[in-house]
């Protein structure tokens, strides 16, 4: 059943794979590696007592041979373009000369302790390799990157108990009549029984960030967007002392940019504007596009002397900056009006902030733009 189980999780995968297009997220290989450990499970089946035979040695490079597309399988998950089909090739053929050679001049139990010994190291350098990933590629997914070093480390540990028992008892050790054994292919079954739907949750929870990602931010700038503020805003309003001062940010003239130069032009001009503005405000503070060529940056935890430099350090620096510039334009300058609120500590406050903030962009407009209004 197992065999049926990883086998058919290979054709969900591949369908999966193709389903995502270009972006795979690792799901062939991990479509490979169940096929190769379903494979080496029937042959596991197929084969009789440890010792001498074709079927283990085919068995143990089929098994090497999943580790090494299940890794790759994650490492492209995290976006690494590994190669597959070449390594997954002379692993296997490599392996299973390499075992002909340890028999040959030592005997299967040295073959079998060689299996047990490149399995546990292998398992020990995914467990390494995750606990590293928390910090940097592995961050958004820490607690799922932590249950599965903890699996992938308990079946190493197995493996590194059985090595000492082949040394020790020789291939006596492998007898399933023994305690260890069943222990030990009771949990390999277990694993290789929670993995692939692990996979697939691993999958779903990526599209679904990624989904929430693209609600929460403008797909022109990458920043947030109305939405995606509030929701940013959430934690730090709960928090005690939370809040701070929310400056509005209007381009002036902007339809005139875009009736000269074309709207691609002013979207380029608007990307130009974000990165200015990235490099402007303080960091920890939010920037959100609010909608057109209208944006907002909160100054978190600001008073009013704080928030006011940081508004006057934008206008500055916007009007300094060439956004455009081309073979087939002059340099183009613009500058920015902004509107200061006062304080906001929770959601009520934070309406009223954004009504005073508009107001105060609205009097810098009509005082002749280019200035900072409160």
Same mark, same amino acid.
């Given at each position: 059943?197992?065999?049926?189980?990883?086998?058919?999780?290979?054709?969900?995968?591949?369908?999966?794979?193709?389903? %995502?297009?270009?972006?795979?997220?690792?799901?062939?290989?991990?479509?490979?590696?169940?096929?190769?450990?379903?494979?080496?499970?029937?042959?596991? /089946?197929?084969?009789?007592?440890?010792?001498?035979?074709?079927?283990?040695?085919?068995?143990?490079?089929?098994?090497?041979?999943?580790?090494?597309?299940?890794?790759?399988?994650?490492?492209?998950?995290?976006?690494?373009?590994?190669?597959?089909?070449?390594?997954?090739?002379?692993?296997?053929?490599?392996?299973?000369?390499?075992? %002909?050679?340890?028999?040959?001049?030592?005997?299967?139990?040295?073959?079998?302790?060689?299996?047990?010994?490149?399995?546990?190291?292998?398992?020990?350098?995914?467990?390494?390799?995750?606990?590293?990933?928390?910090?940097?590629?592995?961050?958004? /997914?820490?607690?799922?990157?932590?249950?599965?070093?903890?699996?992938?480390?308990?079946?190493?540990?197995?493996?590194?108990?059985? #090595?000492?028992?082949?040394?020790?008892?020789?291939?006596? +050790?492998?007898?399933?009549?023994?305690?260890?054994?069943?222990?030990?292919?009771?949990?390999?079954?277990? #694993?290789?029984?929670?993995?692939?739907?692990?996979?697939?949750?691993?999958?779903?929870?990526?599209?679904?960030?990624?989904?929430?990602?693209?609600?929460?931010?403008?797909?022109?700038?990458?920043?947030?967007?109305?939405?995606?503020?509030?929701?940013?805003?959430?934690?730090?309003?709960?928090?005690?002392?939370?809040?701070?001062?929310?400056?509005?940010? *209007?381009?002036?003239?902007?339809?005139?940019?875009?009736?000269?130069?074309?709207?691609?032009?002013?979207?380029?001009?608007?990307?130009?504007?974000?990165?200015? #503005?990235?490099?402007?405000?303080?960091?920890? *503070? /939010?920037? @959100?596009?609010?909608?057109?060529?209208?944006?907002?940056?909160? @100054?978190?935890?600001?008073?009013?002397?704080?928030?006011?430099?940081?508004?006057?350090?934008?206008?500055? +620096?916007?009007?300094?900056?060439?956004?455009?510039?081309?073979?087939? @334009?002059?340099?183009?300058?613009?500058?920015?009006?902004?509107?200061?609120?006062?304080?906001?500590?929770?959601?009520?406050?934070?309406?009223?902030?954004?009504?005073?903030?508009?107001?105060? #962009?609205?009097?810098?407009?009509?005082?002749?733009?280019?200035?900072?209004?409160?």
């Amino acid at each position: 059943m197992l065999c049926v189980y990883l086998l058919s999780f290979s054709v969900l995968f591949l369908l999966i794979s193709r389903r %995502l297009g270009r972006e795979k997220m690792g799901m062939d290989a991990f479509a490979a590696g169940n096929l190769a450990l379903g494979a080496a499970y029937v042959l596991q /089946l197929l084969d009789g007592p440890a010792g001498s035979s074709w079927l283990s040695v085919v068995n143990h490079a089929c098994t090497l041979g999943a580790l090494l597309a299940y890794s790759v399988g994650g490492l492209r998950f995290f976006g690494r373009s590994i190669p597959l089909l070449g390594p997954l090739v002379a692993l296997v053929l490599g392996y299973v000369a390499v075992q %002909l050679l340890v028999e040959w001049a030592w005997g299967p139990v040295a073959r079998y302790a060689l299996f047990s010994a490149a399995c546990a190291l292998w398992f020990a350098a995914m467990v390494v390799v995750l606990l590293l990933g928390l910090r940097t590629f592995a961050r958004a /997914l820490r607690a799922e990157a932590l249950l599965l070093a903890a699996l992938i480390g308990g079946i190493g540990v197995l493996n590194a108990v059985k #090595l000492v028992k082949l040394l020790k008892g020789g291939l006596a +050790a492998l007898s399933m009549d023994g305690q260890f054994q069943v222990v030990f292919y009771v949990y390999m079954c277990s #694993l290789a029984t929670i993995i692939p739907p692990f996979v697939v949750w691993l999958v779903l929870r990526r599209l679904t960030d990624r989904l929430r990602d693209v609600a929460a931010r403008d797909p022109l700038t990458r920043l947030l967007n109305r939405r995606g503020l509030t929701e940013a805003l959430e934690p730090h309003l709960r928090r005690s002392g939370g809040g701070g001062r929310l400056l509005l940010i *209007d381009v002036d003239h902007f339809k005139r940019i875009n009736d000269r130069h074309g709207h691609q032009a002013g979207d380029a001009v608007l990307c130009a504007i974000v990165d200015v #503005l990235r490099a402007a405000v303080r960091e920890g *503070d /939010l920037l @959100c596009r609010m909608g057109g060529e209208e944006f907002a940056a909160v @100054c978190l935890g600001a008073d009013a002397a704080a928030a006011g430099r940081v508004a006057e350090r934008i206008r500055h +620096a916007v009007a300094s900056t060439v956004v455009l510039q081309g073979p087939d @334009c002059e340099a183009v300058r613009c500058t920015v009006t902004v509107g200061i609120s006062g304080a906001f500590t929770d959601e009520v406050s934070l309406a009223k902030a954004m009504r005073v903030a508009d107001a105060a #962009l609205y009097r810098g407009k009509r005082a002749g733009r280019n200035r900072v209004c409160e």
